[in-house]
């Protein structure tokens, strides 16, 4: 009886993951309804942190997608976001990522990081997009089409595919610089401004990889 019951419930949650994916797509039916084959999500990792880059990543999965469990990284544990990285990295048409540094970010602030960083995710593809769906973003000087979708990591599979392609590529760096500059918990905070992280800065003082404006207040 307890078999069949667990069963049951794996059964049910299986369904529930179907369901949500099927809702997730609903920008890319439009779109090949619309006559656009190649459909790349757009999203970005690390716009709010105190150190490191921003980066972000383009990504065309097939109108077959059957991953389940694809959603906003930032829903994810670090565990569910390693599985999805790889299998999106498998069933994915192309990927490519687009990262800024903070030296960058200091120079031409936060927001044109970010699209910068976009933009060099697109132009990287390996399959020229026919239209971009965006996280919330649009990108100036090109000519692909673009939908920019408020919230999309929750509404489009393509976009939550690229938020988690570019989380788990932005914490794996962080993680690298925790090793360099062990002081600040980067392994930890992956650079946002945690507690620990803002008494780190002010008994250390800023290591090279923190931005520089957005610390000013903290030395």
Sequence with gaps: MEKSLWNHQKISKSEKEQLKLHEMSSFEREAREMGFANIAGIDEVGRGPLAGPVVTACVILPEDINILGIDDSKKLSAKKRERLFDEIQESAISIAIGIID?????????????????????????????????????????????????????????????????????????????SIYPEYGFIRNKGYGTKEHIEAIKMYGLCPIHRISFTRNFV
């Design 102 to 178: 903070e030296k960058v970010i200091d120079e031409i602030n936060i927001l044109n990081a970010t699209k910068t960083a976009m933009k060099s995710a697109v132009a990287k593809m390996s399959k020229t997009p026919d239209i971009l769906l965006i996280d919330a973003v649009k990108l100036e000087d090109l000519e692909i089409k673009q939908i920019s979708i408020e919230k999309g990591d929750t509404l489009s599979v393509s976009i939550a595919a690229a938020s988690i392609i570019a989380k788990v590529t932005r914490d794996r760096m962080m993680d690298e610089m925790d």
